[in-house]
C-alpha cells in the first residue's frame, strides 16, 4: 500500500463488488518472528496481487492461536502479532477493501474447529509431515496442538467459506487435509439447505518453496536460514556474503551449476531475465565468481525490500492503526463465520442453546 491508510473510514461492504459473486481468498500466517524472503516471495506476493481484483474478496489473519504450538512465550507473541499486521499493509494490502484479522479473535473458529474434529480421520493426523517435522525441531514440545493443528486450519479456510487458499508448498497438504474434512462433511451432512462446506483450491503458483541460504531446500524461521523483510542492506549483505552456493565450486575458477545452487534460485525470483541468464552463464563459465553473483543479487533484494521497509516505518508510525485493522476485521469476519458454525452444528443435530443463558 503506498497511500495513507485512514483508520476512520473502513467499510465493510468495500470487499464486495455489488452484483457480482467474488471467490472469496483466505491465507494466514503465524506470529512466530519477523517475515522472510520465502513468505514474500512464496505466497504473499500473490496475497497482494489477489488483494486488488474486485474479482476477489481476501480475508488474511495472523495465525495467533496456531502460534502457540511453538512460541509459548506471550510476550513474544503478543509483540509479532502487530508485526505481521504492518508486513500486511507494508506489502500493499488495503484494510478498506480487504478483512485483516487475528484469529484468536473469532471464538467460532475453535467452535468450528471442535465440530469438524469429528470427522478428521486420525490416521491424516497421523502421517501429517508438518507434524512429523516439528516433532523432531521440539522433542522437549509435542504438543497435542501440534497434532491438532491441521483440524484448527481447516475451521480457519472452511469458516469463512474460502474458494482460493494461497500458500506455500509446505502448507498444501493441511489444504488437502481441509478440503478432504469439505467433502466428508458434506458427504454426512450436506443435504439439508445451506449446510455445504466450499472445497478449497490452492493457488498453484504461490505454492512454491524458496531455498535456504544454509543450502536447505526451505527457508524457514526454525531453521536459521532466512533473509528477513527487515534486514537492512548490511545485515542482508552479511546474510549473502556467507550463504553456501554450489558446494562443487571450491574455487573462483571452476565452472559452477546454477541448478545446484539456492542463489541463483532466488535471482529467478529477484532478478530481471537478462540478468538471470547472465549470472548462469558467467557461473557455468566460470567468468564471475560466486561473489559477482551475490552482489547482483544483493542489489535486487535491496530494491525489492527498501521501499517495502520505508512503507512499514511509515506505518508503524501511526499510532492505533493496527488495532484498528484488527478491530475491524474482526467485526467483519466473525458474523461470516458465526454463521457457518450455526449451520454446521445445525446440520450436525447440535441445536442452539444460546436463549438457555438468558433464562
Ligand atoms: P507460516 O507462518 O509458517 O507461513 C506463512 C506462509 O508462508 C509460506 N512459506 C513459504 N513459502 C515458500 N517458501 C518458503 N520457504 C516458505 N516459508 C513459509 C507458508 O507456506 C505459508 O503460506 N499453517 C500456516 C498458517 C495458517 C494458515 C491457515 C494458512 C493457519 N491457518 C489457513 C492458510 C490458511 C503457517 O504455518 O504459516
Known amino acids: 500500500m503506498t497511500e495513507d491508510i485512514s483508520t476512520a473510514d473502513f467499510q465493510s461492504e468495500g470487499a464486495v463488488p455489488k452484483g457480482a459473486a467474488p471467490k472469496v481468498v483466505l491465507s494466514g500466517i503465524r506470529a512466530t518472528g519477523r517475515l522472510h524472503l520465502g513468505n514474500l516471495l512464496g505466497p504473499m506476493r500473490h496475497f497482494v496481487t489477489l488483494s486488488r481484483s474486485p474479482e476477489h474478496l481476501c480475508y488474511f489473519f495472523v495465525a495467533d492461536l496456531h502460534s502457540l504450538t511453538t512460541l509459548p512465550e ?12 504492518l508486513d500486511y499493509l507494508a506489502a500493499g494490502i488495503d484494510p478498506n477493501d480487504n478483512v485483516i484479522y487475528a484469529q484468536s479473535s473469532v ?59 494461497p500458500v506455500g508448498e509446505d502448507q498444501l497438504q493441511h489444504v488437502e487435509m481441509a478440503r478432504d474434512l469439505a467433502r466428508r462433511y458434506n458427504a454426512q451432512y450436506g443435504t439439508a439447505a445451506g449446510a455445504r462446506l466450499v472445497v478449497p483450491e490452492t493457488l498453484e503458483r504461490a505454492a512454491v518453496r524458496i531455498p535456504g541460504l544454509d543450502g536447505g531446500s526451505k527457508m524457514g524461521k526454525s531453521d536459521g536460514n532466512t533473509l528477513n523483510l527487515n534486514d537492512d542492506s548490511e545485515v542482508a549483505w552479511e546474510k549473502l556474503r556467507v550463504a553456501v552456493t554450489d558446494t562443487n565450486r571450491k574455487r573462483r575458477k571452476d565452472p559452477g551449476d546454477p541448478t545446484k545452487c539456492n542463489i541463483f534460485t532466488l535471482h529467478t525470483y529477484l532478478s530481471s531475465d537478462d540478468e538471470v541468464r547472465e549470472v548462469a552463464q558467467g557461473c557455468r563459465s566460470a567468468a564471475i565468481g560466486c561473489f559477482d ?18 512503507r512499514r516505518a511509515e506505518l508503524a508510525s501511526q499510532e492505533s492503526l493496527v488495532s484498528d485493522v484488527l478491530c475491524d476485521g474482526a467485526r467483519r469476519v466473525r458474523p461470516v463465520i458465526a454463521d457457518s ?14 436463549s438457555c443463558r438468558t433464562k
Open 74 to 85: 506471550p510476550g513474544l507473541l503478543a509483540r509479532y502479532v502487530p508485526e505481521i499486521v
Open 341 to 354: 458454525t450455526a449451520r454446521v452444528r445445525a446440520a450436525m443435530g447440535i441445536e442452539s442453546r444460546l
Open 107 to 165: 471464538g467460532e473458529t475453535c467452535e468450528l474447529a471442535v465440530l469438524l474434529s469429528n470427522l478428521m480421520i486420525l490416521s491424516h493426523l497421523q502421517r501429517c509431515a508438518t507434524f512429523k517435522e516439528k516433532a523432531r525441531q521440539q522433542p522437549h514440545n509435542v504438543n497435542a496442538g501440534l497434532f491438532y493443528y491441521p483440524v484448527l486450519m481447516a475451521a480457519d479456510i472452511l469458516g469463512p467459506g474460502a474458494d482460493l487458499v
Open 293 to 310: 553473483c551475490k552482489k547482483v543479487l544483493h542489489a535486487n533484494l535491496m530494491a525489492e525490500l527498501t521501499p517495502f521497509q520505508e
